[in-house]
């Protein structure tokens, strides 16, 4: 390996870096290269590559190579994972490896001795090393080895300190110093599976004898094994310190914002903090950014819901409301109705609390109630901004709501979100708030509610056949379950043994027509107008979750699970378009 200039001089010359932004890296303590990446000077592959040619080394692209299965055989999954390292070719008496560390002699020589070979080194960041252990090897034990591994090397520790301690001596409690190295580690690794097994939220919960860590993975909570109660302190510390939040106040809710890099990919985590009867118990919304990308066309649309929906955001002028829960993807759906419209023509402004991604091209606001930042006081703002589009995060109150008509009937088209149970109650809902009937039926053009639900794996499924009673409960005609394409997952490493991996929309799209519209005018119920509504073709969300049940997308259980069924009397299917 020969061995030329040192690396920084390298990124230097290649004009990745400067001398003043090396010195302000230097400066922040800790690894340079880590210090370089979170400032946002330097990614990681663009140090790998200067280390690279720093020790004459070749740089591998990861991910635009493949990988013979006959060279992944020649080292076990176990090393690889130990090790980070991933084979990549064979020779005469030789194999090639790529490491992430270019000074990892002891790996080398464990490398020779276990494989018996001479051992060639090439680089590649170690994200990029790991995201590919996982590719060809399957993400099974090797990371969950890992955290279970760390957990098991506290546990163990605190059983030999307090035997150190004897019975007169201190008691068997681990300061954050005494454990800042490991719990560094173990937070890292926490973030790092759980990015890696898909989460979108990590739960730290404090109880009397435990610490107890789930991730939600599709919607769906899994728990993982507890860390020792004496940890507590010291992982919410470590959190609150990479989230800029006060380490000293343990009494009031607090929120923050953690950026760091998995796997290759910058992940956002939203923290929630809340004090609690054993201690404070810390949830980490997951936000990638990749999510964020998808079209309409990839929500999960049936081809009529999409065709309606795709025209409704071309309106000029009027209000979109999308309705569900927390976690219902009502977020993600109005960001890829914005992608949609996101032109250099167009201006759009948005109002969110909080904000949780970051879209190129369109003005975010961020709401803050202690200032005066209110929903409503930024509508206010942005229509002195001249926008033609306004996403307001979610209609509280009847100021909030009151303001957004407003802008919708001056020529502006408005997003925005409430928290009811299905479309038509939306109507209600508003009226409910302090909203004239007239202006909920002149501004509104149309109200989707939407759930998500798990789709079948596709390396796992297979054909199979409801009972007949179970069909006979949800309304399906006979004729229509013989057509049926059924499917359900047997459980496999690519969907970590569930049978589903990843989740679709479910939609219930009800367009204010002009009969509808007077129905609001005049304040009938919300039964009446879902009766008209169902006339004039509107799918529930249940006929939406069974018609892509019958495709084969999810299951009858799943929908069962999401939806409220409580319309089977009515012979849901009945006539309706498969």
């Not at 800790?30 to 020790?55: C, F, N, P, R, T």
């Not at 073709?537 to 069962?560: C, N, P, S, Y």
Request: with cysteine; glycine share 8%; charged share 25%.
């Amino acid at each position: 390996m020969a061995k030329t200039r040192d690396w920084t001089e390298i990124l230097i010359r290649r004009g990745v870096i400067g001398p003043d932004q090396l010195k302000e890296a230097q400066r922040v303590g800790g690894a340079l290269e880590e210090s370089l990446v979170k400032l946002g000077y330097a990614e990681a592959e663009d140090i790998m590559k200067a280390k690279a040619e720093q020790h004459g080394l070749p740089f591998i692209e990861l991910r635009e190579i493949e990988i013979p299965p006959s060279v992944i055989e020649l080292v076990p999954e176990s090393l690889a994972r130990e090790n980070i390292v991933m084979p990549l070719a064979q020779g005469s008496g030789t194999i090639k490896v790529i490491m992430h560390d270019p000074l990892g002699f002891e790996t080398i020589e464990k490398l020779r001795f276990v494989l018996n070979r001479e051992i060639e080194v090439a680089l590649a960041p170690k994200e990029a090393i790991v995201e590919a252990i996982n590719k060809y090897y399957g993400r099974s034990s090797g990371e969950t080895e890992s955290v279970d591994s760390m957990l098991q090397e506290f546990t163990d520790t605190a059983i030999d300190f307090a035997e150190d301690a004897g019975p007169g001596g201190k008691s068997g409690t681990v300061t954050l110093e005494e454990t800042d190295a490991p719990v560094i580690k173990l937070v890292h690794l926490i973030i790092q599976e759980a990015v890696t097994m898909r989460a979108s939220d990590i739960h730290i919960e404090p109880f009397a004898d435990r610490v107890r860590i789930r991730y939600r993975i599709d919607g769906v909570l899994m728990e993982r094994d507890s860390a020792p109660r004496r940890l507590l302190g010291a992982i919410v510390s470590r959190l609150k310190i990479m989230g800029s939040i006060d380490i000293a106040e343990k009494r009031r809710p607090q929120d923050g914002r953690i950026k760091i890099l998995v796997a290759g990919k910058d992940i956002d985590l939203r923290v929630s903090i809340l004090p609690t009867t054993h201690g404070q118990s810390v949830v980490m919304r997951v936000l990638d950014r990749d999510n964020i990308k998808v079209g309409l066309q990839d929500l999960g649309f049936a081809d009529d819901d999409f065709a309606r929906f795709k025209t409704m955001v071309k309106r000029p002028n009027g209000i979109l409301l999308v309705t569900g829960p927390t976690g219902s993807g009502k977020t993600t759906t109005l960001y890829a109705a914005l992608n949609e419209l996101n032109r250099p023509d167009v201006k759009i402004i948005t109002a969110e609390d909080p904000v949780e991604y970051y879209l190129p091209g369109v003005n975010q606001c961020e709401v803050k109630a202690k200032i005066g930042m209110t929903f409503a006081r930024i509508i206010r703002a942005m229509l002195r901004q001249n926008p033609n589009i306004l996403l307001v995060g979610e209609i509280r109150d009847l100021e909030t709501a009151e303001t957004a008509i407003q802008a919708s009937l001056t020529g502006h088209l408005v997003f925005s979100t409430l928290h009811t149970n299905d479309a038509p109650s939306a109507i209600t809902r508003l009226v409910d708030i302090g909203i004239q009937p007239f202006l909920v039926a002149s501004s509104v053009l149309a109200i989707m509610a939407q759930r998500l639900v798990r789709k079948v794996c596709p390396k796992c499924k297979v054909r199979y056949e409801p009972p007949a009673h179970i069909l006979a409960g949800l309304g399906l005609r006979p004729e229509l379950a013989k057509r049926a394409n059924f499917m359900k997952g047997k459980g496999c490493n690519n969907c970590n043994r569930k049978g589903y991996r990843g989740r679709m929309g479910i939609f219930e799209l009800m367009t204010l027509t002009t009969q509808i519209r007077e129905m609001t005018f005049k304040g009938e119920s919300t039964q009446t107008i879902r009766r008209l509504a169902r006339k004039q073709g509107m799918r529930t969300l249940f006929e939406d979750g069974i018609i892509k049940a019958i495709k084969g997308q999810t299951t009858l259980d799943e929908v069962l699970r999401i939806t409220q069924h409580d319309m089977v009397s009515e012979g849901l299917l009945a006539g309706k378009k498969e």
